[in-house]
């Protein structure tokens, strides 16, 4: 089947892995699973905003230091981040050293409280936002993943968080993020994730 690549441990996997062992980690035990943990949800979005115009596995290879750089992605602290925090982070090998993404990150700290404030979590929020059934795609195939890479929800909730002062937060950028963080299932027919991933979603309890 296009865009499956049986492993060899005989299952069928999602082509975009391309068999290094990380990034087969990551398919086979993130990607796509649901997310409630504020903390988590704050890393993935402002991760996908690093990611915007590289490549997803350079993200990856180097999250841990992303993680140490943004004191563990807790918006309470990030949002405490001044003048001295971003000169350091430019300067990090470690990271992305993009002025206007750390200086986003920050700002994005600081709107993430501001959304948990009003709304008692994140995950809240963004959950509300779940994509009916009856508009998910009938066939997740490759054809239909690179002919989608946003969606009107995406749109939505890339439009409403950018009236609320987020940056880096694209349609395109969105909807990563909520394939990401479980909102929706687009692993491909045949790979063996997406059954597993919609029996996590059936017994999920949406916050």
């Not at 395109?172 to 979603?201: K, S």
Request: charged share 30%.
């Amino acid at each position: 089947m296009a865009g499956i690549i049986v492993g060899d441990d005989g299952r069928g996997r999602c082509f975009w892995h391309g068999g290094l062992e990380d990034y087969r980690r990551y398919h086979d035990e993130e990607w796509g699973r649901p997310v409630t943990d504020d903390i988590r949800l704050f890393e993935k979005i402002c991760l996908e905003g690093f990611q915007s115009g590289l490549s997803w596995l350079t993200i990856l290879r180097k999250r841990e230091n992303f993680r140490a750089a943004f004191a563990g992605f807790d918006f309470h602290k990030v949002a405490e981040f001044g003048e001295s925090d971003i000169e350091r982070l430019v300067t990090d090998a470690g990271i992305i050293r993009h002025r206007g993404k750390i200086v986003s990150t920050i700002n994005n700290a600081k709107r993430a409280i501001e959304l948990k404030d009003e709304f008692g979590s994140l995950a809240k929020f963004f959950w509300s936002f779940e994509p009916g059934v009856d508009t998910r795609p009938l066939v997740m195939d490759l054809d239909t993943l690179r002919a989608n890479p946003t969606t009107p929800v995406s749109v939505t909730l890339s439009k409403n968080l950018k009236k609320r002062g987020w940056t880096f937060v694209g349609p395109t950028t969105i909807y990563a993020f909520m394939q990401a963080m479980g909102m929706v299932n687009d692993h491909l027919d045949g790979c063996f994730c997406q059954r597993e991933v919609d029996a996590m979603r059936l017994k999920f309890v949406r916050p």
